[in-house]
């Protein structure tokens, strides 16, 4: 069973973390990581060929995470594969006993280190959501087929509240959660004015009492990384104000932080608003400074049914 | 219409490698409109290879993707080494079938199904995925437009309407949303569109079609 879904579920404010898994074959950088972040965390996530590069796959991550005794969240994209081969690895989590995944659409190619690749894009991330769902609700196949075991899978989507067109993410929000989505990981948010606006839309559907969502954050260690995000990555915004504290702070790293917890701490008094996903990008280390500081520490603990569980003797 | 873009002379220079008597055949339809390997165009790239010491001569049928159209041809192809052909990737094929003694080279990159949006700028409209949906996207096609080709929103990339693939081109998804909001059809776009039967487009391997009635 998925610790993250009983930790959401016990209301408690949940936090996950995110893992980039490297661009070699070593589990040693992802135990490392996994062991920095696992008891400040309530599941961590490993993400899939992010921003198109290639990287270990994110089963494997989780799989690693999973024996290291963090609750892991697979996330997968719809650039690479087609509905066979995402329903297979599917099947593949499960018997392995990974129970969260996170259906992404996946960074164009375009932008990675392999940019004359193919894309796949067979199904959407909304598609791939209700095909699991269907999966899991209906032991049936995308086809119809039964799938003759029962499929766990606690179900994740992104959400970025600052793409256009604005007026509609809410009701993208909508379609996630009907289609499937019992969680929502967010982009990045460092505009906490535009989120509001964003939760107030989405409670105003009534979403936040059908889908838990986690905002999301990234500590940046310097306004120049700043910078590059407000330039070059799609669907963040980022207020120049934050840029100037950066510059102007004598020590930009504890700064990046500072804004970090600061954000965080405006998070948990938003209402609808279930938790906080912490993209350390390359800096996973200082996900629990920030969330001790955040006054999130220490995690809900682990039952005995969580500790040393082995799926594949169940 | 189909849409192609001239290969660079020196990439039609090395493909002709030895042969020197080229043939230059254009195509009347859909690369004429679009201003790349119609009669004006074969007419330049056959006095290109002039100067550059090929004996090429040029010639442009109406349409080079009908082989009734290529019968003529027969005698001018005849004594010359190689053929260039300016017309889309099917018109390249026809004339390989026709004259299948002959090497036929594409001076023509196929480029999309597409059309002129302003004055020298062509933009692509339609894949031809066998199974068309514009309808329920206020007549932007998201298979071909989009470059995720999502059927049910915008990714969380796009900006100020822009896509965040290719900066200088409209979102799809934000030309749907304007589209249906000014037909008051938004809530339209609430509906969960299930994944799409691609089996009908080219992943389903090559197309065939035929009509009883116009079979002879």
């Keep these: ?314 | 219409m189909i849409v192609g873009e001239r290969k660079p002379i020196r990439e039609i220079l090395e493909l002709l490698g030895d042969n020197t008597t080229v043939l230059v055949v254009g195509c009347g339809s859909c690369v004429t409109v679009c201003l790349s390997g119609g009669e004006r165009e074969a007419r330049e790239l056959a006095s290109i290879l002039r100067i550059r010491g090929q004996s090429a001569r040029e010639v442009t049928v109406e349409r080079q993707c009908e082989k009734e159209f290529l019968l003529p041809l027969e005698k001018e192809i005849e004594p010359v080494q190689a053929v260039v052909s300016l017309a889309c990737g099917i018109g390249v094929q026809a004339m390989s079938e026709m004259f299948s003694s002959h090497r036929v080279f594409p001076g023509l990159n196929t480029t999309f199904m597409g059309m002129p949006v302003e004055q020298g700028l062509w933009e692509e409209y339609c894949s031809g995925c066998g199974e068309c949906v514009v309808h329920k996207y206020g007549g932007v096609c998201p298979v071909t437009r989009c470059a995720k080709s999502l059927f049910n929103g915008p990714c969380g990339g796009s900006q100020a309407g822009l896509c965040e693939v290719k900066p200088d081109r409209d979102c799809a998804w934000q030309l749907i949303y304007d589209r249906l909001k000014s037909q008051n059809r938004v809530e339209e776009l609430l509906q969960v569109q299930p994944p799409k039967d691609w089996s009908f487009s080219r992943s389903g391997g090559h197309r065939k079609m035929s009509r009883e009635d116009m079979l002879l």
């Design chain 1, 1 to 314: 069973m998925s610790w993250l879904k009983d930790v959401l579920e016990s209301g408690a404010f949940a936090v996950t973390g995110e893992v980039g898994p490297p661009k070699s074959p070593n589990i040693q950088p992802v135990l490392k990581k996994v062991n920095q972040v696992c008891r400040h965390v309530d599941a961590v996530n490993f993400t899939d060929n992010q921003t198109a590069i290639v990287r270990m796959s994110s089963l494997a991550g989780c799989l690693l995470a999973k024996e290291a005794g963090a609750d892991p969240v697979m996330q997968m994209v719809c650039r690479d594969r087609n509905r066979i081969a995402l329903q297979s690895d599917l099947l593949g989590a499960c018997a392995l006993g990974v129970e969260n995944v996170l259906c992404l659409s996946g960074d164009h190619q375009s932008m990675g280190n392999h940019p004359q690749s193919k894309n796949v894009f067979d199904v959407d991330s909304i598609q791939l959501l209700e095909i699991f769902k269907n999966m899991r609700d209906r032991s049936a196949f995308q086809n119809g087929e039964e799938i003759k075991s029962p499929v766990k899978v606690f179900l994740g989507a992104g959400e970025s509240p600052y793409a256009d067109p604005v007026a509609f993410r809410a009701m993208r929000l909508a379609k996630k959660v009907a289609a499937g989505a019992q969680f929502i990981q967010t982009q990045a948010i460092f505009d906490i004015e535009r989120f509001e606006q964003w939760m107030f839309e989405v409670r105003g559907l009534g979403l936040h009492k059908k889908v838990f969502i986690l905002g999301g954050v990234i500590p940046v260690k310097s306004a120049r990384a700043l910078r590059y995000m407000q330039e070059e990555v799609p669907g963040l915004v980022i207020p120049e104000n934050l840029i100037h504290r950066l510059e102007k702070a004598d020590d930009a790293k504890a700064e990046g932080v500072n804004i970090c917890v600061e954000t965080i701490e405006r998070l948990k008094e938003i209402e609808g608003v279930a938790g906080v996903h912490i993209m350390a990008i390359a800096w996973e280390s200082i996900i629990p400074e920030i969330v001790e500081r955040a006054g999130l520490f220490p995690r809900p603990a682990k039952g005995a049914e969580h500790n040393h569980e082995d799926p594949k003797r169940t």
